[in-house]
């Protein structure tokens, strides 16, 4: 073995251990433990374990709050991603263009909701969306508009929370945005304008072809994140009001940790995982398609 | 006129939207002066008249109540994320910095196959391996410990792939010349590599340190232990009991969020140098 060869192991044993040990090994299990029914009475003595087949999956097939937690996880992310990554390239185009002064100041500001923790400024928001004392009712109130009983309504609870979610969420691809429109040629920027062409005919076919390939990573990240939403809802409404916010990531906790039931959990686990995969492979093949990648 | 509109236009909406992302920040801190009970009133006063740090001393120091002295445990629980948030950050790039080097750099058996596997991994949510790994600790006797909180940052996939792409940039000549200069690899990586890596390894270590700072769900499930939650578990359990109480829960946020804040505005060249341009200079 030469010298590179050694060092090569040596620099990356380490992570690649850790990454079988603590990564690998225990996703493995997560499919075994789907499969069984450990629960309570398992944690306490292993021979109470037993082998159920897809007797997880089945009871989950049948379990309406499942479904309800699968349909709301699905409402955050089919209005949340577009949502999120809407503003971030509306903002990034905004924050590009070429009279807009003191950039640096704007993109930190922007920027700082993303690095605050999210449980602390999930508790602003609470208050923010509160629907007597909240700052945005007060807002509103400005313009002639009744109270919006934002937290506490099943019908709005997913939007005011994805308010939040947004804010805190969007500074970073618009970070990722900014870059990638700089790089947008500025002389075929002037040639389709000398060409004729329109502000929308410009950003089709000059700006979106550059920045394809930022557009459709941050779309991958944002699905996979939309879909593992947890802390809002825990810390903002407890997954309430009528369960109106309560997520599979949420299910998936209260099953484990709340019931103790580590099967049923684990079987929501690789759904979860197996949905984003699908999601993330999907869209890996249209970027192809389009030869984004 | 319209070459002026299209001056002023992008300039005024920016400096619209950054008021409004910055308002519930601000928010935050004004409310967190305020006396007890003042900030539910309608309409919500927007300026602390009788400003105080009373929800500061309340949350972090013990004090008298009802049943006699009490304490929130937030001075501990603030000890403990800064404790772990540096461990996280020490570990993660002891283990992620040489490895992403070597797969962007080195030439060694298995390395594509490994880089594919990495890869393929980045796609596997961290929430799928938790219910096993709180098995595994529990097994070890690690639940309720540091190490506990710390094993699943450990699997540093992410840090690896962000090191490889940010090392590529830098010239194979470069490396060759100190290897016919009769540098041994280890000196080659810490004499040459780790000084064009720099702003690298402090954004990795930012985004690492703010990561571990503020994450929930993981500490959550692994820490019981009152004594050893972090700040958002502290804070989460605290507003579980203390929602009306609005003046003591945005000082409990500004605690928790003003420390890396405060990082990130100190930092901010080596995050946005880090995040945009990869950073290596070449």
């Known amino acids: ?293 | 006129m319209a070459v002026k509109l299209r001056t002023v236009a992008p300039n005024l909406a920016i400096a619209l939207v950054a008021l409004l992302t910055a308002a519930p920040l601000v928010w935050m801190v004004l409310v967190s002066l305020m006396p007890k009970g003042t900030a539910t009133s309608f309409p919500p006063p927007l300026w602390p008249d009788h400003a105080t740090l009373a929800n500061y001393r309340e949350l972090l120091f013990p004090h008298q109540s009802l049943g006699g002295a009490t304490s929130y445990k937030v001075f501990p629980a603030l000890l403990n994320s800064l404790a772990l948030a540096v461990l996280a950050t020490l570990l993660g790039l002891g283990l992620t910095v040489p490895a992403g080097y070597a797969f962007a750099k080195l030439r060694f058996t298995g390395r594509a196959r490994a880089l594919q596997a990495l890869l393929a991994l980045a796609v596997v949510p961290a929430q799928v391996a938790m219910l096993p790994l709180f098995l595994m600790l529990k097994w070890a006797g690690l639940v309720n410990s540091y190490a506990g909180v710390l094993a699943p940052g450990l699997a540093g996939v992410y840090g690896v792939l962000f090191v490889r792409q940010a090392t590529l940039a830098i010239p194979d000549e470069m490396l060759d010349a100190a290897r016919i200069d009769g540098a041994s690899e280890w000196r080659v990586f810490t004499r040459i590599v780790l000084p064009l890596m720099q702003p690298v390894v402090v954004t990795l270590a930012l985004f690492t340190f703010l990561a571990s700072w503020s994450d929930f769900l993981w500490p959550l499930i692994a820490i019981t232990d009152q004594r050893l939650y972090t700040l958002p578990v502290a804070l989460a359990a605290i507003s579980r009991e203390h929602a009306q109480d609005t003046e003591l829960m945005m000082a409990g946020a500004v605690i928790t969020t003003a420390p890396v804040l405060l990082l990130f505005v100190a930092m901010q060249r080596y995050y946005f140098t880090g995040v945009l341009g990869g950073g290596v200079k070449g």
């Open chain 1, 1 to 293: 073995m030469n010298r590179q060869a050694r060092a090569g192991l040596v620099f990356t044993a380490p992570v690649l251990l850790a990454t079988i040990l603590l990564l690998v090994l225990p996703t493995a299990g997560a499919l075994l433990l789907s499969v069984t029914d450990f629960d309570i009475y398992a944690l306490a003595d292993l021979a109470n374990l037993r082998f159920i087949g897809a007797g997880n999956y089945a009871e989950l097939f049948h379990t309406p709050s499942f479904w309800r937690a699968v349909g709301n996880t699905l409402l955050f992310a089919g209005l949340g991603v577009p949502a999120a990554i809407g503003t971030s390239l509306l903002t990034a185009m905004v924050i590009n263009a070429a009279t807009v002064r003191w950039k640096s100041l704007w993109r930190l500001l922007l920027f700082a909701p993303y690095v605050t923790t999210l449980v602390a400024t999930a508790l602003v928001w609470r208050y923010v969306l509160d629907t007597r004392s909240g700052l945005l009712n007060y807002a509103l109130s400005g313009f002639g508009l009744a109270p919006v009983a934002w937290l506490e309504n099943p019908r709005t609870s997913v939007p005011a929370t994805l308010i939040f979610i947004v804010w805190k969420a969007f500074g970073y691809n618009m970070l990722v945005f900014t870059a990638a429109l700089s790089t947008v040629s500025t002389e075929l920027q002037e040639a389709a304008r000398l060409d004729g062409a329109g502000a929308w005919a410009r950003f089709r076919h000059v700006t979106l072809p550059a920045i394809g390939p930022a557009l459709l990573l941050a779309a991958v990240l944002s699905v996979a994140n939309f879909l593992q939403i947890f802390t809002e809802p825990y810390v903002m409404t407890h997954g309430g009001p009528a369960q109106s916010t309560e997520t599979v990531l949420y299910f998936m906790f209260d099953q484990g940790f709340t019931w103790w039931n580590l099967g049923m959990a684990s079987a929501v686990a690789v759904i979860l995982f197996v949905a984003i995969f699908a999601l993330t492979a999907a869209q890996a093949r249209l970027g192809r398609r389009y030869e984004w990648l």
